[in-house]
């Protein structure tokens, strides 16, 4: 579709958090003009002409960590430690669910993405092939990473999924990875990485989410989860780790001067207790850093809003200083960032030729006024009740608190309750 949204205030993220007035166009799924109000080319006939009324138009939010299909476990097994919560509720109701299962309550995930902004998600779950259709079928995209454990599936099954659904649709991609390395044994590790030097391939993990599974891996072998999986050469062609809350300042240097990504997931960690991630010092050795929800049971919501709010207002905790994480470091993180780490290049900005993945921030709310500095507004006071719009490829999915196309939402959070019910049962 060929869309002209006109009377902006456009946050490009292209310089920095500078806002621009003007103009934005799209036709198909790419960004065709971005600037000041001109007019379009004799002949140029659009399909629909949005008047943003003074509101943002910003790049859209990348969750780069998520387990979307987990929306089952909402509120069902929480006020519990990660591993009692794993063992005891989680691995126990995830042996139950189906394929199907996984699709559906994917869906319901991609409707709590539409309404908060999220243009991209970066996925590591059960049944690969059914999130990516959910997300084809709802118009979503995604970055899938393989959860590979020592309870499946194998690198073989890794290998064929990373050859197949690489090439399955323009919406999905993916990469990689192993859960944990407390889930996985060294055998196991030494094959994955066998496999990613064969395909060049980053690779990514959870990675020293808690205090217990950094001691047991020093125990285990001498090392930290990073120093550990970098011996085995997990980390020769990239990639990045999942919370790093405990990483040790070598730690920090090896993601460094590899160049690998770091989520942070301050929500997850803040429920479970986990701790906080030293986010600032991460952000002075240069270590790209992103931002993840972590699954809808652990956290419990899929709101960057709040994960914003989070990072910015632990760091500040943390160090000690209301001075650190300024608002607009924490914005790159939530957009610019996250699409770095998901290796989406083409998603990461406003400009002409980019995919034209974007939210409308509405203004016109008592939580987003005055206009003293519209980049803070968003990231201290800002909520999911501003997403006025989402586009994904150039579609425009969600709008004024309605979805697009034939979804319905009530039939999806049936479906949910249902499957819930017989998992639990």
């Known amino acids: 579709m060929n869309i002209r949204f006109y009377n902006a205030r456009i946050l490009t993220m292209e310089q920095g958090c500078d806002l621009i007035r ?6 198909g799924e790419r960004i065709a003009y971005v600037g ?12 629909e002409q949005i008047d943003c009324q003074g509101n943002v138009l910003m790049p859209g939010f990348k969750n780069a960590h998520t387990h979307s299909a987990m929306t089952a476990m909402r509120s069902f097994a929480d006020d519990m430690p990660l591993q009692e919560w794993l063992n005891t509720r989680i ?27 999220v243009t991209a998600i970066f996925d590591m779950y059960l049944s690969p092939k059914d999130i990516a259709q959910a997300c084809i079928d709802m118009g979503m995209r995604c970055v899938l990473v393989s959860g590979l454990n020592k309870f499946g599936p194998s690198v073989k099954e890794m290998e ?10 323009p919406l999905i991609s993916y990469r990689m990875g192993v859960h944990a390395e407390y889930t ?34 020093v125990e285990r072998y001498g090392m930290t989860p990073p120093r550990f999986f970098d011996s085995l050469g997990l980390f020769d062609f990239g990639g990045g780790g999942y919370h790093c809350v405990y990483f040790t300042e070598e730690d920090m240097d090896l993601f460094a001067k590899k160049g690998l990504h770091i989520v942070t997931n301050p929500g997850s960690n803040t429920k479970l207790a986990s701790g906080i991630a030293p986010v600032g010092r991460f952000l002075e050795k240069k270590i790209n850093v992103a931002i993840g929800t972590d699954g809808p049971s652990s956290n419990n919501c899929l709101d960057m809003f709040r994960e914003m709010f989070l990072v910015t207002g632990l760091a500040k905790l943390l160090q000690k200083d209301a001075a650190a994480m300024d608002a607009r470091e924490v914005l790159a993180m939530a957009t610019v960032n996250g699409a770095r ?3 989406l290049a083409d998603a990461d ?77």
């Open 160 to 169: 064929n999924r990373y050859l197949s659904l690489n090439r399955l649709h």
């Open 184 to 217: 996985c044994d060294r055998g196991l590790l030494e094959e994955v990485s066998g496999l990613i030097h064969q395909y060049r391939a980053p690779l990514f993990a959870h990675l020293s989410e808690t205090e217990l599974e950094t001691r047991e891996c």
């Open 91 to 117: 691995f126990p109701l995830e042996a139950k669910m189906t394929e199907q299962d996984n699709n559906d309550l994917t869906k319901l995930a991609i409707l709590e993405y539409l309404t908060t902004g």
């Open 341 to 343: 780490a998901m290796g």
């Open 36 to 47: 000041p109000e001109k007019e379009a080319e004799p002949g140029t006939v659009w399909d």
């Open 22 to 27: 003007g103009e934005l166009w799209t036709k």
């Open 349 to 425: 900005i406003l400009a002409e030729g980019k995919l034209a993945d974007l939210i409308l921030i509405d203004l016109h709310q008592p939580n987003m006024q005055p206009l003293n500095n519209i980049v803070k507004n968003i990231v201290y006071s800002g909520s999911k009740q501003n997403v006025k719009l989402t586009m994904i490829n150039g579609q425009i999915l969600y709008r004024d608190g309605r979805f697009a196309g034939d979804v319905d939402p009530e039939a999806i959070y049936r479906k949910a309750n249902e499957i819930i019910a017989r998992l639990a049962g």
